[in-house]
Structure formats: C-alpha cells, structure tokens
C-alpha cells in the first residue's frame, strides 16, 4: 500500500481466504436489504458470497495485539450494494470463533456478528473450514468446506468480474434507518484458483446457493478499518 495511511482504527491480517459467490435474482435480492441500499449488479446479475478465513494479528490502533484475543476464525455471508454513487459490501452475517471479538464487533461496529464453534486444519495447500453457530437466538447455521488453492498467483484487472466480486473500499450498515460506511483499505489481493469441495451447508439455504459458483482464495492480506460515519442523504425543504 503505497499510501500514507491515517485516521484508522483497527488492523488486521486475513489468512487463507476463500471467496465463494452464486449469482441471483436482483429483484430477490432487494427484497433481502434495507430499503435505503440498492442492489449493485454486474451484467445485470447480483451476487452472494460466503467468506471462511482466519484473522490474525487483530490489534487496535496505538495498543498492542492481546495475545489471547488477536486471532480468530471468521465466516460471514455478503453482497454487494449501492447508495448514491457509492459502491460497497453488505453483510447478511458474519459467524466468528471468539466471543469477546464478537461482543466487541456488534457493540462498537452494530455488525450482524454471532458467536460459532470453528477449527481450521491445513494439510499441505489442502484446508479444511468449519463452523456450527452456538448463538440462542440465531438461526442454526452449520458449514464444513475443503479448499485448496491452484495454479499462480494473480491480480484482477479493473473492469471485470473478479476484480468486481473481490476489490470493494467500504462497507455499509443500516441502523434507525441512518446509513453509515465504514472504509476498508488493502493492497490488491493477490489471488488464485481454488478447488473447493463443499461438504456440510446450511448457512446458505435461505441464498438460493446453488452448484454454479466463482472462487478465489488469497493466501495473506493485511487491511486497515476506519470507524464508521453517517452517510444518509437530507433533502431540504425549501421555505416559503
């Protein structure tokens, strides 16, 4: 990141990622999002994607990393949205392996977290993701994925459906119906090919997922997180 970076407030490296999205419905998919979002498409399809990846070396600007609280496993479901001319992520959920990061991320962030059981094991390049959703008042939500990444490491080139699914700045959250945008910055993924066996799934059951899916897998990012600001639009009324 060739920047100077400044006025963050939390960094962390994203380990192992998988990126798995299935087209949809537009017209279905706004139905699922805060009348204040818009559905943003790509050729006129709009897109889901389920995210398993572990997060590492998680500290908060000007304090140090807390060892026993600087690592955890992450697996939320996402799609993409506008507001205006501003493009971003919406996330449905995000399942998360340490309670405490979870308290902390739906009080400081008021994101859709919720506490999971979640392992991870590496065979080689081969990985194994799993995650049961422990929250009482969630809908159960079980995921057991194998993925292997093949073939070099690439970057996506602005304009196309990779770069489109993978490279978003900010994403947006609704609440008492204000929006606010939270800034995300990274260097560009470095990606590749995954082979990717789906083995349990009944997080996505209400996504009409289906077999046809898009993959990517990146071995390491590091990213920077702004706090949110409001965003929503006034209008005026002039007097008379």
């Known amino acids: 990141m060739s920047q100077k970076l400044t006025g963050w407030i939390m960094k962390q490296t994203w380990v192992d990622l998988l990126f798995l999205h299935w087209s949809v419905d537009p017209s279905w998919l706004q139905s ?8 943003d498409t790509f050729n006129g399809k709009a897109w ?29 479901v996402r799609t993409y949205v506008k507001y205006g001319e501003k493009r971003g992520v919406y996330f449905f959920s995000l399942d998360a392996s340490h309670k405490a990061g979870v308290a902390i991320a739906r009080n400081l962030f008021h994101l859709p977290y919720f506490h999971a059981k979640m392992g991870k094991k590496s065979d080689g390049n081969q990985i194994s993701f799993w995650s049961s959703r422990t929250n009482k008042d969630a809908k159960q939500a079980d995921y057991h994925i194998i993925y292997e990444p093949v073939g070099d490491t690439f970057e996506t080139t602005e304009g196309n459906l990779d770069y489109w699914l993978t490279e978003r700045d900010r994403l947006f959250i609704v609440r008492e119906n204000n929006v606010y945008q939270g800034e995300i910055r990274h260097d560009k993924w470095p990606l590749q090919k995954v082979d990717v066996a789906v083995l349990r799934d009944t997080l996505s059951q209400s996504y009409y997922y289906h077999d046809s899916y898009i993959t990517h897998f990146s071995r390491s990012v590091t990213t920077y997180l702004w706090p949110f600001e409001k965003i929503t639009k006034t209008t005026s009324s002039s007097s008379k």
């Open 48 to 76: 889901i994607g389920i995210v398993p990846f572990e997060m590492a070396h998680i500290r908060f600007r000007g304090l140090p990393s807390v060892p026993f609280a600087s690592r955890l496993l992450e697996l939320n």
């Open 32 to 39: 699922m999002l805060p009348p204040q979002l818009e559905v």
